[in-house]
């Protein structure tokens, strides 16, 4: 699935998609700077909260909501990416 995503995009946009993890999105210095969008698929609901909570989620949050940058959740990437769920 993950590299389904990244090959779909890619041709999509025409743009390079970069495979990342959860120590990137914590300890990398910039990546906002050079992210158009951050995707993340489907698959790893829980995980994703376990590896990602609190650190890289608080920076995506910033990201999109102070930076205006693009999150594109599928399926459990939108789940992730919900406040809360009923």
């Known amino acids: 699935c993950v590299e389904y995503t990244r090959s779909t ?3 999509l ?3 390079p998609v970069n495979l990342i993890d959860a120590k990137f999105l914590i300890e990398s210095a910039d990546w906002e700077a050079n992210t158009r969008a951050l995707i993340i698929p489907g698959g ?3 995980p994703y909260q376990r590896d ?3 650190h890289a989620t608080d ?3 910033r990201w ?3 930076a205006g940058g693009v ?3 599928i399926c459990a ?3 992730f990416a919900c406040k809360e769920l009923a």
Do not use: H, K, S
Request: cysteine-free; proline content about 4%; aromatic content about 12%.
């Open 9 to 11: 995009f890619a041709q």
């Open 13 to 15: 946009t025409g743009l």
């Open 44 to 46: 790893r609901d829980l």
């Open 52 to 54: 990602l909570e609190p």
């Open 59 to 61: 920076r995506i949050r």
């Open 64 to 66: 999109v909501q102070e």
């Open 71 to 73: 999150y594109i959740g």
């Open 77 to 79: 990437g939108a789940y």
